[in-house]
C-alpha cells in the first residue's frame, strides 16, 4: 500500500463536509426510516442481513478494496475462492437456501457456483424423479458434483425450439447420443461452465427413430472428476470476457457422439420407454410454465432494489455536491448550491427514486398472485380438476388454456409484461443515476458501473425484453376478442364477477368508449389508475383492429405490440403501488407523514409516466391535452419540491449497508471526497509503477512493485 | 494458444452461411458504396487510411488480439508501448498532425500520450506568448516534455469558476506560488497525468494583493525528467479504474506551496505586470470561446462516425443472425428469419442509421459555419472592427455580444445545443445496438461494450449535457426578447437580411402564430424541417413567458430548457440533413438510386424523431394529432420497409476496417460465429486454467499455464 504524504493527510473537503451535509439532510425530514425499512424488507430479514454482514465482513476472502483494480483473471480467481467459502460458511452456520442467497447478495458478484447452487439444483429437483434425485440431485446438493444449465447455443438464444443439439435414442443399448452438428449447436453463455462445472443439465433435441420431439433436459458428466480435465470428446471452455458478469465462468460446449445412459434423462414430465422406445407426454407442462412466471415475478421484485442501490448512491452524493449558485441568487452569494437542489436533476432522480417503491409493490404483488395461483392449482391437482389439468396439457402457450386456467393465463402475460418493462427500467435507470453523479459516476468507485454492466444480461435473460411484449399482445389479443364475442352474445360489456381485471378494463374500456372517459386524473387517484387502464385497453383495441380487420401482418404490428405490453406494465405498476398504499399493513404500520411522503412518490410515478406518454394518454382521449400539460408544468414541479426533504431518509430506508454498496459516492456518512481519494491514491497498484515518458526508449516501466502486492491474492 | 481439437475445427455453422447471408445483402441493393464512402470522407482520406492501416496492422505493437482480455494494469503497459510506437512512426513517417490523429483512430483507444498531443500542445500554442512557445512548446512537440491539461477538481468540475487551486503571484521574487488549500482542490481526471506526465498546465485562480483574478493557465513541472519521481511537495498519480477508457491515465494533482517563475503564467491573452504587479486584462476573448465552440463542433462531426461504428456492427450482424420463422408463415416453414427482417430490430436500428448520417452532415455543417466565422472575425480583427473586438472583450457570455457578433453568439448556442444532443444520441444509440444484437452483444467479442464505455465521457466533458442547454435556452430567451422589441418599436415580425436564423425562425412564428401553422409535415419536406423550426420558436416563447411574465426562477425551468434545446438541436440536424441532401457536391456526386436511399433515411430521422416528440408538435400546433397518428402508423413503417434492402452496403459506406471495429459481430464477411468461437477458445487465457471445483479444498487453480503467456507482453 502507498502511504500518502503528511501534508496530504492534513487536508480537508473545502465548505461544508460531505459528513454534515447529509447530516442536515436527515434532519430535515420525518420521513420513519425504521419502520419502512420494515415494511419493505421485515425486521427478520434486516437482522438476519446484519448476522451475515458481520460473518463476510470479517472473513478476508471478502476483502472487497481489490476489486476494481482487479483484470478478469484475478477476479475470477477471487471470485472461485469466494463461492468456496461461502459454502464452507453455509455449512458451517448451517444457513438456509436464503441465507446463502442473501450473503450472496451482500457480496453482489456471481460466483463460478451460481448456476449450480439456482438453476442446477432446482432443475434436477423440479424434473428429476426420485431415482434420479438420488443418482444426482444428492451429490449435487453435498458439492460431490458441479453443474450448470446448458440450454442456449452460440446460434440460439430466446428460440428454444431451434436448439441443434441432438440426443438420439438408441433401442439397441438403451443409451442416447448427445451430439453437437455444427459450430453454432455450441452451448453458449452457460454460467459456471466455463470453468466450474463437471455436470450439466443439457437441453437437446430428443429424438427416436428420426422424429424429433422438441428439446428436453439430459444430464451429462463433461469432466473428470477427479482430475477436473475435459472428457473425451467434449469440448468444454470459457467463453471469454464480457461487458458484465466477469466474475462468472459462462461457458460453451460441444459434443462428439457421446453416450449416456437412459437414466439421464430427466423424466418427471416425459420419458422414453426403454422398452417400446415410445415417448411418454408431459403430464403437466403448466408446472413448468409455472416456474418460469415465478422467476419472473422475482426479477420484478428485485428490480425495485437493483435500482434503489444506484438511486441510492445518486441521491446521496447529489446531496454532498455542491456546484455552481443559483442563478437567481444575490450577486455575492457564493456559496455555491447543492446539485440535488437543481430541478433537472431532481427530474431525473426522484422518479426513478418513486420507481423503486412502485417496482418493489408491484413484485410483492405478482408473488402474492403467484402464490395464491399455485394454491389453486395443487388444490385442482389433488381434488377433482383433472379435466382442467387435462385440457392444460394441450399445449404450452396461454392462448391454449380453457377459462378455468385464466387467472395463471393473465399472471403469464402479466410476468412478461412486467419482468421487460421493470428490468428495462432497472437496467436504464441505473445508467441514468450514474450520469447524475457527474464526471464522477465514471469513476469505479461510484460503484455504479459494474453494477449497471452486471444487471444489464437481465434484460435479455428469462426472455429477451422486445421478445416478451408478444407473449403479452397475444393474450391481451386473445381477451380482447373474447369480451367482444362474448359482448356479441350477451349484447352488453358487463362485468361480471367470474372476469380477471384484464377483462374488466377491457369490458369497462368498450362500454364507456363512446361517452369519453373524462377522468380526474389530477385530483383522484383512482381516475388515475383508471387512466392508465383505459389507454391499455385503448391499445388493446387498436392492435385487435390492425390484426383482425386490416389484416396486418404480426410483423409489421410489433412496435405496437411493444408500445402496448409497456402500457399494460405501466398500468400494473401504478395499480400494485396504489393499491399497496392502501393495503391495511402499510396504512397500520407506519406514521403518518411516512405515509404522505410514499403518496407523493406514488403520484410522482403515475404523473410523471402520463407526461412522458403524453401522446398515448391524449390519443386515447384518457385525459386531455389540458391535464398533461398540467402534470407537466404544475403537478410534477410541485411534487419534485415536496419530496425533496425527504430523498435522503427514503434512500435510507432501502438499508443498504456500505460494505455491499461498495461505493465512494453512496456513503452513508458523506464522506465521499476522503473515500474516493483514499482509493485512488493508496489502494491504487498502478501508483506502484513509474513510467519511462520518452517515446523514444522503449522501456516501459521504470519501477514496479506490483509483483509483491500481486502475489498476497 | 490453446488448438481446438479436430472434430470441432471441422464444423461448421448450420443453415446459411453468415458470408452468403452478407453477400446476398450486397447483392440486393444498388447504393454505390464507393461514391457515398467519398462523399463522406473524401477519396484522400480513405487512401491515407489504408496507408496507415497497412502499417499499424503489421506492427506486433498494435496487434489486438489480446485487448479484450487484458486486465488494467496490462491494458496501460500495451497503451503505453503504442503511444511510443506511435510517436515513433510519426518521426518515421514524417505524418501530419491529421495522420497522426488518423492513426489514433484506427487503434481506437486513448494512449497515455493523447492529452500531450491535444491539449497540452493546443494550449501552449494558443496560449502561450513566442517567448513560451520557445522555452515550452519547442520541447512538448520534440517530446522532451510530456504534459497534460489540468483544469477539472476532485470538487469541481463545469463550474470553471470554483476551481480551489490558487497562484498567488508574489511581487517580492517574481513568481507565483501554486497550492491546494483543500482536498477537493486536487486536481482530477486529469489524462495522461496520472503516470506520463512531467509537465502540466495548471488552471488556477490567479491571486494578486490578496484579490482574486480567476481562473488563468500556469505551466507546472510535476515530476523529475530524469527519475520521472514526482518532484518534492508535488502529490502525483493515477486515479484509479473507471468504466471506461482504461488505457488513459487519468491523474491527479496537489501542490504544497510550489514556486514558479513568473514566465510559467500563460500569457498571450492575460497577464500579470512583473513590475507594477498590475493584471493585463484579456485582449480578444472571443478566441478562447471560438476554441470551444470548434471542440463542441467536432464533437457532433465525431458523433455520426462514433455512431456508425455501432450501427455498422449492429446492422452486419442482425443480418446474418436467424431466429425463430416469421409467425405469419406457413406452419411447415422451418426457415428462420434474419433478425433484421423484423420491424421491432428495424425500429431501433434504422433511425440510428439515419442518425449517423444526419449527424455527419450536421458536424460538416457546423465546422463549415465555424471556418465562415472565423474568416470574419479574422477580417475583423485585422480590419476596422476593433468597436465590436472592443465591445466582445467586456465578458465571456453570449449575451454580451453586440449585434455585430450575432453569428459568433449564434454559432456558440447552436454548438452547445448540439454537441449535448448529438453526443446523447450517440452514446445511447451505442447501448441500443448493443442490445439489438441480442446475448451475444454482451459479449467483449462484439466489441460493442468497450466502444460505448469508452465513448460516455463525451456526455460529460466539454460541457456536460445537462449543464449546456441552459446555455442555449439564455441565448433563444435573448433573442427572443430582442424580437419582440424589435417588433414593438417597428409594429411588425418580418425577418430582413441581417438576421440570423434563430432570429427568422421566432419571427416567423410569431408573425403566424395566430393563423397556425398547418404544414405538410408527410408531404413536403420543407415543410417538414419547417415544422421543427416553428415547434423550437413555441417552445422558445413558452418558457420566455414562464420567466418573463410569470417571473418563474431560473431553476424552476431547467426541464424545460432542457427540452427547448433539445428541440432546438433536433431542428439543427433536420435542418442540416434536408440542406446537405440538396447541396450541389452531393446531387453531383451520386447516382439517383443512392440520393433516393438518403432522401428516405432524412424522412425517417425526420419523422421518427418527430413522432417520438409528438406531444411537443401537436401543443405547438406545429401538426396535427392525426399526422402524427399517420406518421407513426404509415410514413415510418414504409420507410423502414424502403430502407430495409440498404442496410448492409449503407454502413458499408462508412468503409470501417475490420481491424478497427475489432468485433466478432461486426465482420465484413459475414463470418461471424468462427471468430466468436476462435477468440472463445483458442485466444482465451483463462482456457490456460484448470479449477479445483471442490469448495472443501481450498486450492484453486490445479493448473494455471498463464504465467507463460503473461510474460510475453
Given at each position: 500500500m502507498v502511504t500518502n504524504p503528511t501534508w496530504v493527510q492534513a487536508l480537508k473537503e473545502s465548505g461544508r463536509p460531505g459528513s454534515k451535509c447529509l447530516e442536515l439532510e436527515r434532519e430535515k425530514s420525518n420521513v420513519n426510516v425504521d419502520k419502512l425499512a420494515c415494511l419493505l424488507h421485515t425486521n427478520a430479514v434486516l437482522e438476519?442481513?446484519?448476522r451475515l454482514l458481520k460473518i463476510l465482513q470479517d472473513d478476508p476472502v471478502f476483502d472487497k478494496s481489490q476489486n476494481y483494480f482487479r483484470g478478469r483473471d484475478e477476479r475470477?480467481?477471487?471470485?472461485?475462492?469466494?463461492?468456496?467459502r461461502l459454502r464452507q460458511l453455509s455449512v458451517q452456520h448451517n444457513w438456509t437456501k436464503e441465507e446463502y442467497h442473501a450473503a450472496n447478495e451482500l457480496i453482489s458478484e456471481p460466483t463460478p457456483y451460481g448456476l449450480h447452487a439456482s438453476m442446477f439444483l432446482v432443475t434436477l429437483r423440479e424434473q428429476g424423479t426420485p431415482e434420479q434425485h438420488e443418482l444426482f440431485l444428492k451429490k449435487a446438493e453435498n458439492y460431490e458434483i458441479i453443474g450448470c444449465y446448458a440450454q442456449t447455443e452460440l446460434g440460439h438464444g430466446s428460440n428454444v425450439r431451434g436448439l441443434e443439439t441432438t440426443a438420439t435414442w438408441n433401442p439397441d443399448n438403451q443409451t442416447f447420443t448427445l451430439h453437437s452438428p455444427h459450430l453454432t449447436a455450441s452451448k453458449w453463455w452457460i454460467g459456471s461452465l466455463g470453468k466450474a462445472a463437471n455436470y450439466a443439465v443439457v437441453m437437446a433435441q430428443l429424438i427416436i427413430n428420426g422424429k424429433s420431439y422438441g428439446p428436453h433436459p439430459f444430464v451429462v458428466q463433461v469432466r473428470d472428476l477427479k482430475t477436473h480435465e475435459p472428457l473425451e470428446n467434449i469440448y468444454v471452455g470459457d467463453i471469454g470476457p464480457k461487458f458484465g458478469y466477469n466474475t462468472m465462468d459462462n461457458g460453451f460446449l460441444l459434443f462428439n457422439q457421446i453416450k449416456i445412459p437412459h437414466v439421464n434423462m430427466l423424466a418427471r414430465f416425459s420419458r422414453v420407454d426403454p422398452?417400446?422406445?415410445?415417448?411418454?407426454?408431459?403430464?403437466?407442462?403448466?408446472?413448468?410454465?409455472?416456474?418460469?412466471?415465478?422467476?419472473?415475478?422475482?426479477?420484478v421484485l428485485q428490480s425495485g432494489s437493483v435500482l434503489a442501490r444506484g438511486v441510492t448512491i445518486a441521491i446521496r452524493y447529489c446531496s454532498v455536491r455542491r456546484q455552481f449558485t443559483d442563478r437567481d441568487a444575490p450577486e455575492d452569494e457564493v456559496k455555491e448550491n447543492q446539485v440535488i437542489n437543481y430541478t433537472m436533476v431532481q427530474q431525473r432522480l426522484f422518479p426513478l427514486l418513486a420507481a423503486t417503491f412502485a417496482l418493489h409493490f408491484t413484485g410483492r404483488g405478482m408473488i402474492a398472485l403467484y402464490d395464491a395461483n399455485q394454491a389453486v392449482m395443487?388444490?385442482?391437482?389433488?381434488?377433482?380438476?383433472?379435466?382442467?389439468?387435462?385440457?392444460?396439457?394441450?399445449?404450452?402457450?396461454p392462448e391454449e388454456l380453457n377459462p378455468g386456467a385464466d387467472l395463471l393465463a393473465d399472471l403469464h402475460a402479466t410476468s412478461c409484461a412486467l419482468k421487460a418493462h421493470a428490468s428495462t427500467v432497472a437496467g436504464e435507470g441505473l445508467e441514468t443515476c450514474r450520469r447524475?453523479?457527474?464526471?464522477?459516476?465514471?469513476?469505479?468507485?461510484?460503484?455504479?458501473?459494474?453494477?449497471?454492466?452486471?444487471?444489464?444480461?437481465?434484460?435479455?435473460?428469462?426472455?429477451?425484453?422486445?421478445?416478451?411484449?408478444?407473449?403479452v399482445s397475444r393474450y391481451l389479443l386473445k381477451s380482447a376478442r373474447a369480451v367482444l364475442e362474448?359482448?356479441?352474445?350477451?349484447?352488453?360489456?358487463?362485468?361480471?364477477?367470474?372476469?380477471?381485471?384484464?377483462?374488466?378494463?377491457?369490458?369497462?374500456?368498450?362500454?364507456?368508449?363512446?361517452?369519453?372517459?373524462?377522468f380526474d386524473v389530477l385530483g383522484n387517484d383512482e381516475e388515475l389508475v383508471e387512466a392508465f387502464a383505459w389507454r391499455t385497453a385503448y391499445l388493446t383495441f387498436e392492435a385487435l383492429r390492425h390484426r383482425d380487420e386490416e389484416k396486418r401482418s404480426w410483423n409489421s404490428l410489433l412496435v405496437d405490440f411493444y408500445r402496448l405490453s409497456t402500457a399494460h406494465a405501466q398500468y400494473m405498476v401504478?395499480?400494485?403501488?396504489?393499491?399497496?398504499?392502501?393495503?391495511?399493513?402499510?396504512?397500520?404500520?407506519?406514521?403518518?407523514?411516512?405515509?404522505?411522503?410514499?403518496?407523493?412518490?406514488?403520484?410522482?410515478?403515475?404523473?410523471h409516466t402520463l407526461e412522458r406518454e403524453a401522446s398515448e394518454f391524449f390519443q386515447s382521449?384518457?385525459?386531455?391535452?389540458?391535464?398533461?400539460?398540467?402534470?407537466?408544468?404544475?403537478?410534477?414541479?410541485?411534487?419534485?419540491?415536496?419530496?425533496?426533504?425527504?430523498?435522503?431518509?427514503?434512500?435510507?430506508?432501502?438499508?443498504?449497508?456500505?460494505?455491499?454498496?461498495?461505493?465512494?459516492?453512496?456513503?452513508?456518512?458523506?464522506?465521499?471526497?476522503e473515500d474516493m481519494f483514499k482509493r485512488a491514491s493508496e489502494d491504487n497498484p498502478l501508483n506502484k509503477v513509474i513510467f519511462d515518458p520518452y517515446p523514444d526508449s522503449d522501456v516501459l516501466f521504470k519501477k514496479d512493485e506490483r509483483s509483491i502486492s500481486k502475489s498476497k491474492l
Open positions: 438476519r442481513n446484519n475470477i480467481k477471487a471470485a472461485l475462492a469466494r463461492g468456496k422398452k417400446t422406445s415410445k415417448y411418454m407426454r408431459p403430464s403437466n407442462p403448466s408446472l413448468v410454465y409455472g416456474t418460469l412466471t415465478w422467476v419472473r415475478s422475482n426479477i395443487n388444490k385442482r391437482e389433488r381434488g377433482g380438476g383433472s379435466a382442467d389439468v387435462g385440457q392444460l396439457s394441450r399445449g404450452p402457450g447524475a453523479c457527474g464526471g464522477h459516476g465514471y469513476s469505479s468507485f461510484s460503484g455504479l458501473g459494474s453494477w449497471y454492466a452486471d444487471y444489464l444480461p437481465t434484460l435479455t435473460w428469462e426472455g429477451d425484453n422486445y421478445m416478451l411484449t408478444q407473449q362474448n359482448a356479441s352474445k350477451n349484447g352488453n360489456f358487463d362485468a361480471n364477477l367470474g372476469d380477471n381485471d384484464t377483462t374488466r378494463i377491457l369490458k369497462n374500456y368498450r362500454r364507456r368508449q363512446d361517452m369519453g372517459a373524462a401504478v395499480k400494485n403501488f396504489y393499491g399497496a398504499l392502501f393495503s391495511s399493513s402499510l396504512q397500520s404500520s407506519l406514521p403518518k407523514p411516512t405515509k404522505e411522503v410514499l403518496h407523493q412518490l406514488f403520484r410522482l410515478y403515475s404523473l382521449a384518457a385525459c386531455t391535452v389540458r391535464q398533461i400539460q398540467l402534470a407537466r408544468t404544475k403537478s410534477v414541479p410541485q411534487l419534485l419540491e415536496q419530496i425533496r426533504p425527504h430523498a435522503v431518509r427514503l434512500v435510507d430506508s432501502w438499508m443498504f449497508p456500505d460494505w455491499q454498496l461498495d461505493s465512494s459516492l453512496g456513503r452513508y456518512d458523506g464522506n465521499v471526497y
